[in-house]
Nanobody, 122 residues
Framework: QVQLVESGGGLVQAGESLRLSCEAS????????MAWYRQAPGKQRELVAG???????NYAESVKGRFTISRDNAKNTVYLQMNSLKPEDTAVYYC????????????????WGQGTLVTVSS
């Protein structure tokens, strides 16, 4: 069974920083693309940042220059460093990963974490 476990959320003031972590555990052949999404109250879930297995990254326009996504393949972990936080960054942040499983045809699992709440006060 594969699990994504997030940590690092919390309450901060505007301008401060937080670092989110997400570790993939369980049995899988390979960890492919990983990403962070967020969902604010009353809004749809949106992509914040993504990182490929090769290290290529992409960001939402709203977080470019403030957030940095990175991964440690040896630890099966993806990070999101969030600097200069704004009240509009308040949301539940979800980790997402594409995992290649063992088995005939190398099935792929699109896995999600349980979410971690980030609250930014003004």
């Amino acid at each position: 069974q594969v699990q994504l476990v997030e940590s690092g959320g919390g309450l901060v003031q505007a301008g401060e920083s937080l670092r989110l972590s997400c570790e993939a555990s369980g049995t899988f052949r390979r960890l492919n693309d990983m990403a962070w999404y967020r969902q604010a109250p009353g809004k749809q879930r949106e992509l914040v940042a993504g990182v490929s297995s090769g290290g290529s990254t992409n960001y939402a326009e709203s977080v470019k220059g403030r957030f940095t996504i990175s991964r440690d393949n040896a630890k099966n972990t993806v990070y999101l460093q969030m600097n200069s936080l704004k009240p509009e960054d308040t949301a539940v942040y979800y980790c997402n990963a594409d995992l290649e499983l063992y088995g005939s045809g190398s099935p792929v699992l699109d896995a999600w974490g349980q979410g971690t709440l980030v609250t930014v006060s003004s």
